[in-house]
């Protein structure tokens, strides 16, 4: 089973073939994205990159191109002052299906 570390939007995420992963989103994403992976593992086999595996491609299409994650509320309290403030936020993200993880040997 072939495993990539890619990189996006400085953040990384493991990624395996035929996984689904949220992204923080994408401009202009298009119907495929290509990634340069920063590590390929393949069974007992580990390639890693400096900074990137250049010989390595992690293709991947898009499902949803902007969709909302979860609201993240913050609170700012303080007792005994009437100070309370609530605000959220919630998160764009780009849905993507890893269909294929490339290698040259």
Known sequence: MKKAVIQTGSKQYLVSEGET???ELLSDPGKTVNFVPLLVI???KVLIGN???KEANVVATV???DKQAEKVTAIRYKAKKRVKKVHGH???QTILEIKQITQKP
Do not use: Y
């Open 51 to 53: 900074p990137e595996v």
């Open 21 to 23: 992963v949220a992204v």
């Open 63 to 65: 499902i949803d191109a």
């Open 90 to 92: 919630r998160q764009h």
């Open 42 to 44: 393949n069974d007992e």
